[in-house]
Antibody, heavy 122, light 107 residues
Framework: EVQLLESGGDLVQPGGSLRLSCAAS????????VTWVRQAPGKGLEWVSG????????YYAGSVRGRFTVSRDNSKNTVYLQMSSLRVEDTALYYC???????????????WGQGTLVTVSS | DIQMTQSPSSLSASVGDTVTITCRAS??????LNWYQHKPGEAPNLLIY???SLQSGVPSRFSGSGSGTDFTLTISSLQPEDFGTYYC?????????FGPGTKLDIK
């Protein structure tokens, strides 16, 4: 069974840093790209970042570029999202999800975790 | 970035109704369009990928169509469990974007 488990969410002050983790099991992790999607309170889904299967390619939404860094360790079946210079508007539930870009790449996110909550507040 | 719009922003329908949600991209995205259902307290659930392909395990009352810039999600014979918010998402390029969502209530 495919499982994704996010962790690392916490209450942090504006300007602070946090590292989220997404631990995967039940499938060949190294063959799948991974994405981060967030949902702020009362808002819709917002794509945040993506990383290719090998970790060689990374992508960021304009709202987080330069502040967030995505990486992965395929030996640990884990993807990380390093978040710095956090802002109040980064407060959200952060999900990780997987997609297969090896053939036809529609970036369809077919497996999701349950999310980890990040609260940025003084 | 490719901007996505959806209409309506919300709707209410009865069990057994057929519901249609539309999604428009700000530029052509071929068929790189996916649909999700999101219920409170749950992870989003992929319904349709590549504009019209039904994700494994999703009931056949869900269908998608369209290409280029205009897309449609249709839910036939609406069921009580179909409440939630529906999002379209373009995967045409690596800078993925979601639509603003359509909240569906069951009367």
């Amino acid at each position: 069974e495919v499982q994704l488990l996010e962790s690392g969410g916490d209450l942090v002050q504006p300007g602070g840093s946090l590292r989220l983790s997404c631990a995967a099991s039940g499938f060949t992790f190294s063959k799948y790209a991974v994405t981060w999607v967030r949902q702020a309170p009362g808002k819709g889904l917002e794509w945040v970042s993506g990383i290719g299967a090998s970790g060689g390619t990374t992508y960021y939404a304009g709202s987080v570029r330069g502040r967030f860094t995505v990486s992965r360790d395929n030996s640990k079946n884990t993807v990380y999202l390093q978040m710095s210079s956090l802002r109040v508007e980064d407060t959200a539930l952060y999900y990780c999800a997987t997609y297969d870009c090896s053939t036809n790449c529609y970036r369809n996110f077919d497996s999701w975790g349950q999310g980890t909550l990040v609260t940025v507040s003084s | 970035d490719i901007q996505m719009t959806q209409s309506p922003s919300s709707l209410s329908a009865s069990v057994g109704d057929t519901v249609t949600i539309t999604c428009r991209a700000s530029q052509t995205i071929s068929t790189s369009l996916n649909w999700y259902q999101h219920k409170p307290g749950e992870a989003p659930n992929l319904l349709i990928y590549a504009a019209s392909s039904l994700q494994s395990g999703v009931p056949s009352r869900f269908s998608g169509s369209g290409s280029g810039t205009d897309f449609t999600l249709t839910i036939s014979s609406l069921q009580p469990e179909d409440f939630g918010t529906y999002y379209c998402q373009q995967g045409y390029n690596a800078l993925v974007t979601f639509g603003p969502g359509t909240k569906l209530d069951i009367k």
